[in-house]
C-alpha cells in the first residue's frame, strides 16, 4: 500500500513562512514527478508547485517568487518553502506524486490527504 503523508501546516500571520513536507511510502518502485496543489474553500483545487525527477521545476504565477519547491530523492520527499504568506494562500495543500510500482509499466498520480494552511490578516 502507498500512501503520501503531509507535514507542516498550520496557522500563521500574513508575512509569516511555513514549510510544507511530504513523504512517499510504501513499495514504490520509482517516483517521477512530484507536487504540491491547493484547494480554498468554494474554489476549485489549483496547482501551486511540480518538480520532475531532476529538478526542474514549475510554479504557478500567484506563487512565484514566495514559495520554493524541492524533493529528496533519497527520502521520497518534497518540500514546499512558503515565504511572504498572504490571507489568500489560505487553502488546505495536497502533496501529489507520479508513482511506479513494482512489476508494472504505467505510471500513476497518488494524493496525499491534506494539511490545512491558514494565513491570518
Known amino acids: 500500500q502507498v500512501q503520501l503523508v503531509e507535514s507542516g501546516g498550520g496557522l500563521v500571520q500574513a508575512g509569516g513562512s511555513l514549510r510544507l513536507s511530504c513523504v512517499a511510502f510504501?513499495?514504490?518502485?520509482?517516483?517521477?514527478?512530484m507536487g504540491w496543489s491547493r484547494q480554498a474553500p468554494g474554489k476549485q483545487r489549483e496547482l501551486v508547485a511540480r518538480i520532475t525527477t531532476d529538478g526542474y521545476t514549475t510554479y504557478a504565477d500567484s506563487v512565484k517568487g514566495r514559495f520554493t519547491i524541492s524533493r529528496d530523492n533519497v527520502k521520497n520527499t518534497v518540500y514546499l518553502q512558503m515565504n511572504g504568506l498572504k490571507f489568500e494562500d489560505t487553502a488546505v495543500y495536497y502533496c501529489?506524486?507520479?508513482?511506479?510500482?513494482?512489476?508494472?509499466?504505467?505510471?500513476?498520480?497518488?494524493w496525499g490527504q491534506g494539511t490545512q494552511v491558514t494565513v491570518s490578516s
Open positions: 501529489n506524486a507520479d508513482l511506479r510500482l513494482p512489476g508494472l509499466s504505467v505510471i500513476s498520480p497518488y
Open positions: 510504501g513499495n514504490i518502485f520509482s517516483i517521477n514527478a
